[in-house]
């Protein structure tokens, strides 16, 4: 039996990203381990029948002593366990695991770019992102590489920096959504219009960007529209702080209601999803979600947010940090229940054509055979 070691930052991002994934490989007879810091949520994935292993990881972090402890746990658990496959998720993971495996000879290394963050949102190439692209080049000019990207800007900034050989490269659009869960349902008909966000409570996720549109509509649709902000507080450097959401969130035209697992719910009972962001993103799950359930989605013209909408079609895509331009674009379809619907129809068919998790699945099995055929 083949062993793949799935290396992810926390155990809930492996439960929401990942999981089908690991089962289906589960189930073709591979030996699926997950390596992920554990937030609480180990239980769920051992009642699935798969192992974890804790991995000691700061996932926001730059403290070079908790980096390289992280580094120096794969080096040991790769070279006892010595898996036939590691497959890791993320960029922090992809460069320390990559240089793991590299350095213990793993036969098989999947990297998995889910989004560059907030690093590489700088317009400028810093020194930390030109030393991480050279560790990560390191790592990946060696046989038996292959490296799954989200977006075709991820995969050229690789490919054109030389970070990657050509030849094993593959592409999903995003994470999957699974489109037997996750199926059209019409708007509500409720007297309160809702427009909901579902992300990280980070700047870069466009949660200020958000609140201000909310606030110069106040006067016009206090009343007959809610924003709904589902998200918890995050560790990381550029995250919103719990102070500034209860000073802009009065708890009923602007809401911030924190962490939440009922999400395919919320979007049931929502009429529009809007996701501001200009953090680089490989494709929001947050979006691909809304568009199974049958949502218009307002999002920004940048890399990873625009692969989920064509403009006019299932909505609108705004410049990045333009609030004047998110209140244009909320205003028509607050105003328009018609074109609502009409861009949520299309919204779910750009979901059952691009974003079923099946064809996620199928690629990721395709990678994992390759990989054991050399």
């Known amino acids: 039996m083949h062993k793949i070691f799935m290396v992810v930052n926390e155990d809930r991002f492996f439960l929401s990203h990942r999981k089908d994934i690991a089962l289906y490989a589960q189930k073709r007879g591979y030996e699926i381990t997950l390596v992920a810091k554990n937030t609480g949520r180990r239980n769920e994935v051992e009642a699935l029948g798969l192992k974890m292993i804790e991995l000691p990881i700061n996932p926001t972090g730059e403290n070079i002593k908790e980096e390289l402890k992280t580094f120096r746990f794969l080096m040991r658990l790769y070279r006892k366990e010595r898996p036939d496959i590691v497959h890791h998720v993320g960029l922090k993971n992809i460069l320390w695991g990559g240089l793991a495996a590299r350095l213990t000879s793993v036969h098989g290394v999947v990297n998995a770019v889910s989004g560059l963050g907030i690093l590489f949102s700088q317009e400028k190439q810093s020194v930390m992102q030109k030393a991480i692209l050279s560790v990560i080049r390191f790592s990946c000019h060696r046989k038996n590489v292959a490296t799954i990207f989200q977006n075709e800007e991820d995969r050229t900034l690789f490919i054109e920096k030389n970070i990657i050989r050509k030849g094993n490269v593959y592409y999903t659009r995003g994470s999957g959504v699974d489109l037997k869960e996750y199926t059209y349902m019409p708007e509500p008909k409720t007297p309160v219009l809702q427009i ?60 911030w209601l924190g962490h939440r697992s ?100 199928a690629e990721h099995m395709k990678v994992y055979e390759n990989l054991l055929k050399d």
């Open 196 to 255: 909901i966000f579902t992300a990280r409570m980070v700047a870069e996720k466009g949660v200020k960007v958000l609140i201000e549109a909310a606030e110069k509509l106040k006067d016009r649709y206090n009343g007959k529209v809610r924003f709904l902000l589902y998200g918890g507080l995050s560790s990381n450097p550029l995250a919103i702080q719990e102070s500034y959401l209860k000073e802009h969130c009065d708890g009923k035209y602007i809401c």
């Open 262 to 361: 009922d999400i395919k719910k919320l979007l049931e009972q929502s009429h529009i999803m809007c996701f501001p962001s200009y953090y680089r993103e490989g494709v929001p799950k947050s979006l691909i979600e809304a568009a199974a359930i049958g949502r218009p989605i307002v999002t920004t013209d940048s890399i990873g947010c625009k692969d989920t909408v064509i403009d006019g079609y299932n909505g609108f895509l705004v410049p990045v940090k333009d609030s004047d331009a998110l209140v244009e674009k909320l205003t028509l379809l607050i105003e328009d229940g018609t074109l609502r619907q009409m861009m949520g129809i299309n919204s779910w068919e750009m979901a059952e054509k691009y974003f079923s998790i099946d064809t996620v699945i």
